[in-house]
């Protein structure tokens, strides 16, 4: 993607169903689930790079003995670092301890992070700053070990201001207002609730102090206390969690815009935010990898007991398309085919713009994501070059000579490796002048493929503020001299505010409202943003349900070709010689690529959840008083 774009995060669980004896028996080594879990965190590190974090339960520990461990970071290679402690700490351990070498109940006992049940998670930070403090896994701690809760999660909440609110009217004292800690007292307010509760029927029952504790284990009921605090929560999420005495569960939001994966055996049960990063893993087949379903959760009891529970009623099912087209790793099954479709469904706007003239056409993509779509953009060149093929042989019948046969043969599409992103820009120089010449060169050219009389097709995963575009890859693909220069978005058109994970939080950034906002300008109607402004102002005191996305007004009197077409535009400076030309993908093209992932309020405005359009409405004013305050 050009325009780099920010996304929370990746989770991963891991519960062992077997003693670690039967690991170290089996696999040779009681730390198997550390070894997996930073497998498993590394193969999700597309998902976040800005911090890491694990977390790991023991079971069954005496008192007075350690059971729960943690390790964050904020290094530039986080997981790396992560790992390298963990290594350290164990080889420090069983260096000093020689007689833990082969002893696993020693090795359980001493040894921090040898545990049955483990937590990872990767982060990019989308709000706030990236400090140690922002990664999950975040801790409540508790000397009941029932009270103890660890929680991570790829989300966000559009609701922070009411849940921290309730918070505060059920008489807690938050210390902060992010939504991680928020969503993390709410569940141990009710934990809490529900084991005094317990505690006291237990009492009655006439069980002793000591006696109550295991029986609070079996009888504490997660997926009732995750109804009690999920109650209100508005948002995307995808929530993991484990408490101190050995259970666990990972949580799904009702529309079902975070991705979750889970796979069950009779050794192990695992969660993740990718189905491939389980099937590499644990090398088991795509069809044992189930996706989690929207609402529900996935408990698993210190028992070992594992169960799919509907924790809220399931809303019309929205998953975000954003993971489809660029965020999962592309080694899914599924989603290697459906963006390979995005690029075959792009083709007759392509070979309309080149007037099929494929000759004289040259295809490429802007690494490295694109590279999927791009193949499927190719499979549909090489069809339409057949079908020409093979009509003008049968147009040609006998007369046609070896040659001929050969010549019309002998077409293929151009294929080139134009763009070459050369360097991860660091703008140490912040003075614009300076800003602008750097990222110019974030990416170089391959010269000598390209003639004056070709046209110049790359495709990019989606364009969302144009700006690398702009002053980088268009100018740099005009030094070939080309013709004309067709820039494809796998994508349609970024419209609105994400409020659900994904770091595009205000609405002037975006290229297609800006392209808006001038042709309004073009046409008389900037009238219509003062309309819009108002309309927004009368509704900041409604509840969310009540709440309607007026800012569509500001795109409904153009048609998508209008709107790309000043986009075109606005991206093509006055020293770019070459004919300028974005086409995006039609949102009906996406729906057919991607027909389980529907989520498209981003392109559409049609948000699916009720706090979405209040985001949108606050994003808008935010934008007309000229406030740059996130929307969320």
């Known amino acids: 993607m050009s325009d780099a774009l920010k996304h929370e995060c990746g989770i991963a669980l891991i519960r062992l169903l077997k003693p670690l004896e039967y690991y170290k028996e089996k696999y040779g080594s009681a730390f198997y689930g550390v070894n997996k879990m930073y ?12 911090g890491a974090g694990f977390a790991s339960i023991k079971l069954d520990t005496n008192p007075g003995e350690r059971y729960i461990s943690r390790v964050r970071s904020i290094a530039q290679q986080p997981i790396q670092d992560i790992f390298s402690q963990i290594n350290e700490r164990i080889n420090a351990e069983l260096t000093q301890n020689p007689s833990y070498q082969d002893n696993v109940a020693l090795q359980k006992k ?3 992070y040898v545990g049955e049940l483990l937590l990872g998670h990767v982060r990019y930070g989308t709000f706030g700053k990236n400090s140690v403090e922002s990664v999950h896994p975040f801790l409540r701690q508790n000397n009941w070990m029932h009270r103890n809760l660890i929680v991570a999660g790829n989300f966000n909440m559009t609701n922070v201001n009411e849940l921290f609110d309730n918070l505060v009217e059920i008489g807690q004292h938050p210390k902060e207002k992010a939504d991680t800690i928020t969503v993390m007292e709410k569940i141990g307010h009710f934990l809490d609730d529900a084991v005094s509760k317990i505690y006291k029927e237990l009492k009655k029952e006439g069980y002793s102090k000591i006696e109550c504790s295991p029986l609070i284990a079996e009888r504490l009921k997660l997926s009732k206390i995750l109804r009690r605090a999920a109650k209100n929560w508005d948002g995307g999420y995808a929530m993991a969690g484990l408490l ?3 259970d666990s569960f990972v949580l799904r939001d009702p529309a079902g815009i975070r991705p979750a994966y889970y796979y069950k055996d009779d050794e192990v049960v695992v969660v993740a ?42 809303l019309e099912r929205k998953a975000c398309s954003f993971e489809r087209i660029y965020f999962s790793r592309g080694s899914d099954a599924e989603i290697y085919e459906e963006r390979k479709e995005l690029g075959r469904l792009l083709m007759p706007k392509v070979l309309e713009a080149i007037d099929n003239d494929t000759r004289n056409t040259v295809f490429s993509f802007i690494p490295n994501t694109a590279e999927t779509s791009f193949f499927g953009m190719i499979d549909t060149v090489e069809e339409h070059l057949n079908q020409k093929k093979t009509t003008a042989i049968l147009k040609g019948q006998r007369g046609l000579s070896a040659e001929k046969v050969k010549e019309i043969l002998s077409e293929r599409p151009r294929i080139e490796k134009i763009a070459i992103k050369d360097v991860k820009l660091r703008t140490f120089i912040t003075e614009d002048s300076s800003r602008d010449d750097l990222v110019a060169h974030v990416y170089d050219v391959t010269y000598g493929v390209i003639k004056p009389s070709d046209n110049l097709v790359i495709i990019d995963d989606s364009i969302v503020r144009g700006t690398t575009l702009k002053k980088s890859i268009i100018k740099m693909m005009d030094r070939l001299n080309p013709k004309k220069i ?4 796998s994508a349609p058109q970024i419209r609105y505010p994400d409020c659900y994970g994904i770091d595009m939080a205000n609405l002037e950034s975006l290229i297609a409202f800006r392209a808006a906002l001038e042709l309004l300008k073009d046409h008389n109607q900037y009238h219509i943003v003062e309309d819009v402004y108002q309309k927004c102002l009368k509704q900041v005191h409604l509840k969310d349900k009540n709440v309607v996305n007026y800012v569509k007004e500001i795109y409904s009197n153009f048609t998508d070709e209008q709107i790309s077409d000043k986009i075109s535009e606005l991206l093509s400076d006055e020293d770019v010689n070459a004919e300028v030309k ?13 027909p389980k992932n529907l989520g498209d309020w981003y392109f559409t405005g049609n948000y699916p959840t009720v706090g979405g359009n209040r985001v949108v409405n606050r994003a808008f004013i935010n934008f007309y008083e000229g406030n740059k305050e996130r929307a969320y």
């Open 110 to 112: 001493n040894i921090p």
């Open 582 to 594: 974005i086409i995006f993908q039609p949102v009906d093209n996406l729906h057919k690529a991607c």
């Open 39 to 50: 497998l498993m965190m590394e193969k999700q590190h597309n998902r976040g790079q800005d």
């Open 486 to 489: 067709i820039v494809v978005s």
């Open 273 to 314: 935010s990718e189905r491939p990063v389980i099937q590499t893993v644990f090398n088991v087949p795509f069809e044992d990898v189930k996706e989690l379903d929207p609402g529900h959760a996935i408990i698993t009891k210190k028992s070992g007991e594992t169960a799919i529970k509907k924790i809220l009623e399931p």
């Open 244 to 246: 101190g005495h050995g």
